[in-house]
């Protein structure tokens, strides 16, 4: 069964960049019809989806942080990750990696537990 | 892209029914099957419950239902469980090839 585990930096400065990797387990990221998202919850508020990276090779943005935010696979260590940059106290979330399935339409299917990330000085 | 619209809260009795609304926009909900929705318990993982509107994905409770009209979508859940209390989000695929989440509805099982 696929599973996903979210790593990297808990402690990020303002104005620099966050950087998160996805492991995947028990399946290969380079299998056809997923996409590999991003999805992050501040705390006391709600999800907001950040962005994802088609199977078809194209990426999709929240267009509030595209000018910001990069989503890539590195197939040869079978995880995906997340830069954001140019962070602020807003950058403060849960962030989480999810996978979506073709066959669950654009539903996101296996979710990682979440890691924390707080931008502070 | 204006996150969809749902209500903060809502509550049910055990064993009762409850419905939660998900409107959206002529870019979203209005035009594209593609509504999902996700349970998140606290300190756990969202779980897909819904997808294309009406679809459960195996394992999921048939107490858990969906449906769409214009451009609101609905959740209902029958039976009320304790285990139901928890937040819950729709999402829609955009016409920008994108995703957009609801703020989230928290359901109390009273």
């Known amino acids: 069964q696929l599973q996903l585990q979210e790593s990297g930096s808990g402690l990020v400065k303002p104005s620099q960049t966050l950087s998160l990797t996805c492991a995947v387990s028990?399946?290969?990221?380079?299998?056809?019809?997923?996409?590999y998202n991003w999805i992050r919850q501040p705390p006391g508020k709600g999800l907001e989806w950040i962005g994802y990276f088609h199977h078809s090779g194209n990426t999709y943005y929240n267009p509030s942080l595209k000018s910001r935010v990069t989503i890539f696979l590195d197939r040869s260590k079978n995880h995906f990750s997340l830069k954001l940059s140019s962070v602020t106290a807003a950058d403060t979330a849960a962030y989480y990696c999810?996978?979506?399935?073709?066959?669950?339409?654009?539903?996101?299917?296996?979710w990682g537990q979440g890691t924390t990330v707080t931008v502070s000085s | 892209q204006s996150a969809l619209t749902q209500p903060a809260s809502v509550s049910g009795s055990p064993g009762q029914s409850i419905t939660i609304s998900c409107t959206g926009t002529?870019?979203?909900?209005?035009?594209?099957?593609?509504v999902s929705w996700y349970q998140h318990h606290p300190g756990k993982a969202p779980k897909l419950m819904i997808y294309d509107v009406s679809e459960r994905p195996s394992g999921v409770s048939n107490r858990f239902s969906g449906s769409k009209s214009g451009n609101t979508a609905s959740l209902t859940i029958s039976g009320l469980q304790a285990d139901d209390e928890a937040h819950y989000y729709c999402t829609s695929y955009t016409s920008r090839s994108t995703l957009v989440f609801g703020g989230g509805t928290k359901l109390t099982v009273l």
């Open positions: 028990g399946g290969s990221i380079s299998s056809g019809g997923y996409s």
């Open positions: 999810a996978r979506g399935s073709e066959i669950v339409g654009y539903g996101l299917d296996v």
């Open positions: 002529s870019s979203d909900v209005a035009v594209y099957n593609s």
